[in-house]
Nanobody, 124 residues
């Protein structure tokens, strides 16, 4: 079982940037696909970005493509989400997750374990 802890959330003005981190423990993430999801208040949990275990293939939701970048550091057992040009509609709780599935992973059901989430608020 992999335990995940997200950090790096906070309040940022529109147009600003944040970098979220997801530290894993219990197992090395090198054998897992990793993903980020977000859930705004009163809405469903939505896919944001993911990376396959090879770290080469990445996937993004249309709403964040070109603004967000997912990356992984298997030595530090950590995955990151760099968020630029933030908009008020990016406000949500952001969750990190791991997947045992090979190939593209973009759906909630593709993921096995989840962190507790970190709040991101974009507001002036």
């Amino acid at each position: 079982q992999v335990q995940l802890v997200e950090s790096g959330g906070g309040l940022v003005q529109p147009g600003g940037s944040l970098r979220l981190s997801c530290a894993a423990s219990g197992r090395t993430i090198s054998t897992y696909g990793m993903g980020w999801f977000r859930q705004a208040q009163g809405k469903e949990r939505d896919f944001v970005a993911s990376t396959e275990r090879n770290g080469v293939n990445t996937y993004y939701a249309d709403s964040v493509r070109g603004r967000f970048t997912i990356s992984r550091d298997n030595v530090r057992n950590t995955v990151y989400l760099r968020m630029n040009s933030l908009k008020p509609e990016d406000t949500a709780v952001y969750y990190c997750a791991v997947s045992s599935i090979l190939g593209a992973i973009i759906d909630v059901k593709d993921f096995d374990s989840w962190g507790q989430g970190t709040q991101v608020t974009v507001s002036s």
